[in-house]
C-alpha cells in the first residue's frame, strides 16, 4: 500500500483511489441496494396506475368489485410486491453505511475489499441499536428542513459526521453514546472536517452526478427514458398547477420539461447512491486519523476519566485499602483515644 496521507486533502485523494481501485466489487456490492430502490418504487406506481386506469372497464365487467373496502384491500395488495423489493433494498443500503466501513482495515492493509457477506453480517447482528442510531439520524433531518434550523443543524451535521463510523468501531457504544463520541472526535478538527465534507460531497453530489448527466443527454438515453414516461405525465392535472404558478408570476410547467427533470433527478440520485462506500473510506480514515491512527476501540484502549479526588484523598483511600482487612488491637484504640500526659 502506498504511503499513508495524514492532511485532510492526503486522506480526501487517498480514499478516492481506494474506491475506484476497487470500484467492480463496490458496483456489484451496491446494485441492489440501489437499484432495488428504483425497481420497487417503479414497480409501485405502475401497477397502481394500471389499477387506476383500468379500474372503471373491470367493475362495469365485475359489479362485485364496487365495494370501497374491496378497492382497498386490492389497492394494497398490489402495492405490496414493490413495496417488499424497495424495504429489502433501502434496508441494505443503510446496512452498507456500516459494512464498508468494517471493510477500511483490509483495505487499508491491502488495497483490497473482500468477503461483503462477513461485513455485512456484523453490522446486521447489531440491528436494534444500529435501527436507534438511524432513528436518530431521522429525527435530525426533519428538524434540519425547518429554515430556523438550518444554519445550527448545518454546524451539527459536521459534528455528527463520524456516528456510523463510530458505531462500527466502537461497538459497546449506544446510538446516543455515537453522537457524543462523534462530537467528542471532531472537536478541535471543525474546519478540516467541513473542507472534507466540501469535497467529498462537491465530487458525490454534484461532479460526478452532473458529469453522468451530462453524458446521457449527450447520448439521448435522458430523451429516451423521458419520452417513456411522458404518457404518464400527460395524466397529471399540469394545467390545474399552471393556474396555481399563474397567481405566483412564475413560468408554467411544460411536460417536456417534467419528464426530463424527472428522469435526471433519477440517474443523478442513482450515481450519488453508489458512491457512497467513498464516502464511508473518506469518513472512516479520517475517524482513524482523530483517534490516534487506531480504527477498533476497546474500552481498555479509551483514555480513562481524570479523578477529582485530591492527593490526600488518595493517599487515604491507598491506607484504607491496606489495612482495612487487618484487626486494630483495641488497646492501640484505647491508648490513642487518650489524651497525652502533661509533662
Not at 53 to 66: E, G, S, T, Y
Not at 71 to 100: D, H, M, N, Q, R
Not at 132 to 142: A, P
Request: hydrophobic share 50%; proline share 5%.
Amino acid at each position: 500500500m502506498s504511503k499513508k496521507n495524514r492532511t485532510p486533502l492526503g486522506i480526501f485523494t487517498e480514499s478516492i483511489g481506494l474506491y475506484f481501485s476497487n470500484f467492480d466489487k463496490f458496483i456489484k456490492y451496491m446494485t441492489f441496494p440501489v437499484l432495488g430502490q428504483i425497481v420497487g418504487l417503479i414497480l409501485v406506481f405502475l401497477l397502481t396506475y394500471f389499477y387506476a386506469k383500468n379500474m372503471p372497464n373491470l367493475i362495469q365487467k365485475i359489479p362485485a368489485l364496487d365495494n370501497f373496502s374491496l378497492l382497498i384491500l386490492i389497492s394494497i395488495l398490489i402495492t405490496l410486491p414493490g413495496l417488499a423489493i424497495f424495504v429489502k433494498a433501502f434496508w441494505e443500503y443503510l446496512v452498507a453505511y456500516g459494512a464498508v466501513n468494517s471493510m477500511l482495515e483490509n483495505m487499508l492493509k491491502s488495497g483490497k475489499v473482500y468477503d461483503f457477506d462477513a461485513h455485512t453480517e456484523l453490522i446486521k447482528r447489531r440491528t436494534l441499536p444500529f435501527v436507534g442510531l438511524w432513528f436518530l439520524f431521522g429525527i435530525f433531518s426533519l428538524i434540519s428542513v425547518i429554515p430556523f434550523f438550518w444554519v445550527p443543524c448545518g454546524v451539527l451535521a459536521v459534528f455528527f459526521v463520524l456516528v456510523f463510523q463510530v458505531f462500527t468501531y466502537e461497538p459497546e457504544l449506544t446510538p446516543l453514546g455515537c453522537v457524543k463520541r462523534s462530537l467528542q472526535l471532531i472537536k478541535g478538527h471543525f474546519a478540516s472536517t467541513f473542507m472534507l465534507l466540501a469535497l467529498v460531497g462537491a465530487l458525490t453530489y454534484v461532479l460526478i452526478p452532473n458529469l453522468v448527466n451530462m453524458f446521457c443527454e449527450y447520448t439521448h438515453i435522458t430523451l429516451w427514458l423521458s419520452s417513456l414516461i411522458t404518457p404518464i405525465i400527460r395524466e397529471l392535472p399540469i394545467e390545474a398547477w399552471n393556474n396555481a404558478l399563474s397567481y405566483l408570476y412564475l413560468q408554467p410547467l411544460k411536460i417536456e420539461g417534467i419528464a426530463l427533470f424527472t428522469v435526471g433527478t433519477f440517474i443523478a440520485q442513482i450515481f450519488i447512491q453508489y458512491t457512497l462506500p467513498l464516502r464511508s473510506i473518506l469518513w472512516g480514515m479520517w475517524y482513524k486519523e482523530l483517534n490516534g491512527g487506531k480504527i477498533y476501540v476497546s474500552k481498555d484502549d479509551k483514555p480513562k476519566k481524570r479523578s477529582a479526588k485530591k492527593p490526600s484523598e488518595k493517599l487515604m483511600e491507598a491506607s484504607n485499602k491496606k489495612f482495612s482487612s487487618k484487626k486494630l488491637d483495641r488497646n492501640i484504640l484505647k491508648r490513642a483515644m487518650e489524651k497525652p500526659d502533661e509533662e
